[in-house]
């Protein structure tokens, strides 16, 4: 499995939200806890609750930012919208940007009604794999712009020489 990971920090109506992906050898999924206490030397978090998914695709590697009464994500698209078997050695090709109207509380994002905005790709970025992007925001987690930094990469060879090609490139969406 992947373990823990990508977190995304967000402050909405003062509250503070942690959310991260979850991968194990049989679901990868991102979950969010809120913090629960304003003194930063003695954090205490909520339980986890799921980010629900859209359209059977699971949620991984993603980013969050709020505008308004809307939750922004971004997240690596999964072509087959299933968890891939055998070993974990896929890059997605492409990133998506989702928006919903969300309540601004931990339970609410389980109903959030995700309607895709944009899909970043190679006929985007000029590169083939297009994933783990994060939106230009402020420091509490809010839009501050439309654009999203994504990690592209192009195949030079084996899996493992393809780890050294990443580059970073900000997109408008």
Do not use: K
Request: charged content about 10%.
């Amino acid at each position: 499995g992947w373990g823990v990971g990508q977190p995304s920090l967000i402050t909405h109506n003062g509250n503070i939200f942690l959310f991260y992906t979850q991968g194990t050898a049989s679901l990868t999924n991102t979950q969010c806890r809120q913090l629960l206490s304003g003194d930063l030397t003695s954090v205490q978090l909520s339980g986890p609750v799921a980010v629900r998914n859209m359209g059977g695709d699971f949620i991984s590697n993603a980013d969050f930012a709020v505008s308004g009464g809307q939750l922004y994500m971004t997240c690596d698209t999964h072509v087959n919208y299933a968890f891939p078997p055998g070993a974990l050695n896929f890059i997605s090709a492409t990133q998506s940007v989702y928006v919903g109207n969300w309540d601004g509380t931990l339970s609410g994002l389980s109903g959030i009604g995700w309607s895709r905005v944009a899909a970043i790709g190679a006929g985007t970025t000029g590169h083939e794999r297009n994933h783990n992007g994060c939106f230009v925001r402020d420091a509490y987690g809010n839009l501050a712009s439309r654009a999203i930094y994504v990690s592209t990469a192009d195949p030079v060879g084996d899996w493992n020489h393809n780890l050294w090609t990443y580059r970073f490139q900000v997109v408008g969406f």
